[in-house]
């Protein structure tokens, strides 16, 4: 039979370290105000002892629940790994741990998460809403008065916090780039989803087109991924006026555009180029390597904790709108 061995209480941990229950619970809040030789002192009787504290009554005294909900439209993406890791690296610093929910670019599912995200009492949201996503979803965050803040896609007036790369620039300085090297029939590929971020992307397409006088490219709608951009190409080939360049909506798209370019023949560089967007890790380690745009997905997702955080200190203060730069990294396509 089990033998339930009995609670531990901050009594227990003060009476071992010698010093007063209020110490103790200042260590565990993490508190500036204890000396680090005492902090040292009562986690080491904490460890030793094996004391857990009891979060759900301390949040509870608090009315906070620490927590943090992230709904993002997809997670297969190397990008969204290294954006999560941004913000669990702000969240830890304070003392705040999340929860992670993927809607799959469903907006009927996306609502089934943040109403159970709320009933799981967190402090906030920090979204990347799924294709179709009706304004009224912000809306109702607004009415619960939970705080969100929105990150790379953006839904509703544009009035609300927000941060996300300078997408449209980014797109502009693809074309440069191109344009630069000689090429006159530019394609852009992977523009399937009715999104902001397809909106700037194209934006910033044409707007580059026209500064360099240059006929409108063929637009590819398909998927952002390595088999569909693979495909593109190939359909792409086989008209009369085809592209010798292509800007891909993400570096995973990229990286089947390259294939099929180098599957037809053709030699990157000479013969082709091909801009990514996002500039993750493997955009540096695949052959040949891939140039990018490089928008620091760890970085957005540092600022768009601290902005959230922010927002749940400040729950009337004015939105803020947090544009990251973009840039050009120059590899061998």
Same mark, same amino acid.
């Given at each position: 039979?089990?033998?339930?061995?009995?609670?531990?209480?901050?009594?227990?941990?003060?009476?071992?370290?010698?010093?007063?229950?209020?110490?103790?619970?200042?260590?565990?809040?993490? !508190? %500036?105000?204890?000396?680090?030789?005492?902090?040292?002192?009562?986690?080491?009787?904490?460890? =030793?002892?094996?004391?857990?504290?009891?979060?759900?009554? /301390?949040?509870?005294?608090?009315?906070?629940?620490?927590?943090? $909900?992230?709904?993002?439209?997809?997670?297969?993406?190397?990008?969204?790994?290294?954006?999560?890791?941004?913000?669990?690296?702000?969240?830890?610093?304070?003392?705040?741990?999340?929860?992670?929910?993927?809607?799959?670019?469903?907006?009927?599912?996306?609502?089934?998460?943040?109403?159970?995200?709320?009933?799981?009492?967190?402090?906030? *949201? @920090?979204?990347?809403?799924?294709?179709?996503?009706?304004?009224?979803?912000?809306?109702?965050?607004?009415?619960?008065?939970?705080?969100?803040?929105?990150?790379?896609?953006?839904?509703? !007036?544009?009035?609300?916090?927000?941060?996300?790369?300078?997408?449209?620039?980014?797109? =502009?300085?693809?074309?440069?780039?191109?344009?630069?090297?000689?090429?006159?029939?530019?394609?852009? @590929?992977?523009?399937?989803?009715?999104?902001?971020?397809?909106?700037?992307?194209?934006?910033?397409?044409?707007?580059?087109? =026209?500064?360099?006088?240059?006929?409108?490219?063929?637009?590819?709608?398909?998927?952002?991924?390595?088999?569909?951009?693979?495909? /593109?190409?190939?359909?792409?080939?086989?008209?009369?006026?085809?592209?010798?360049?292509?800007?891909?909506?993400?570096?995973?798209?990229?990286? $089947?555009?390259?294939?099929?370019? *180098?599957? /037809?023949?053709?030699?990157?560089?000479?013969?082709? $180029?091909?801009?990514?967007?996002?500039? *993750?890790?493997?955009?540096?380690?695949?052959?040949?390597?891939?140039?990018? *745009?490089?928008?620091?997905?760890?970085?957005?997702?540092?600022?768009?904790?601290?902005?959230?955080?922010?927002?749940?200190?400040?729950?009337?203060?004015?939105? =803020?709108?947090?544009?990251? %730069?973009?840039?050009?990294?120059?590899?061998?396509?």
């Amino acid at each position: 039979m089990l033998r339930r061995l009995p609670k531990l209480t901050l009594k227990d941990i003060a009476r071992r370290a010698k010093v007063s229950t209020s110490t103790v619970s200042l260590v565990l809040r993490e !508190s %500036p105000l204890v000396a680090d030789a005492t902090r040292k002192l009562v986690q080491q009787w904490i460890d =030793e002892l094996g004391y857990i504290r009891d979060r759900g009554a /301390a949040n509870l005294r608090s009315r906070t629940s620490q927590t943090v $909900g992230l709904v993002f439209c997809e997670l297969t993406n190397p990008f969204y790994a290294e954006l999560i890791a941004g913000i669990d690296s702000v969240l830890d610093r304070h003392g705040r741990i999340a929860f992670i929910a993927h809607t799959a670019e469903d907006p009927e599912r996306q609502d089934r998460l943040i109403r159970r995200l709320r009933e799981q009492n967190v402090d906030g *949201i @920090i979204l990347s809403a799924a294709e179709g996503t009706a304004p009224k979803t912000i809306r109702r965050l607004e009415e619960w008065g939970l705080p969100c803040v929105q990150t790379l896609r953006h839904v509703g !007036s544009g009035h609300d916090d927000y941060v996300g790369p300078d997408i449209k620039t980014g797109v =502009e300085m693809s074309v440069d780039y191109l344009a630069a090297a000689g090429h006159r029939r530019i394609a852009y @590929i992977g523009a399937a989803r009715h999104t902001s971020v397809t909106r700037e992307r194209l934006a910033g397409f044409h707007s580059g087109l =026209e500064r360099h006088a240059l006929a409108p490219g063929p637009i590819v709608r398909c998927a952002p991924t390595r088999e569909d951009g693979f495909k /593109a190409v190939a359909s792409l080939l086989a008209t009369d006026d085809p592209p010798t360049a292509a800007i891909c909506y993400n570096d995973v798209c990229a990286f $089947g555009v390259v294939l099929g370019f *180098i599957d /037809a023949g053709l030699r990157p560089r000479k013969d082709f $180029g091909v801009v990514g967007f996002d500039n *993750i890790a493997d955009a540096a380690l695949v052959r040949p390597a891939l140039t990018t *745009i490089a928008i620091e997905p760890h970085r957005i997702g540092e600022e768009a904790a601290a902005l959230l955080l922010r927002r749940i200190a400040d729950p009337a203060g004015r939105p =803020e709108r947090v544009i990251m %730069p973009a840039r050009l990294v120059v590899r061998d396509t």
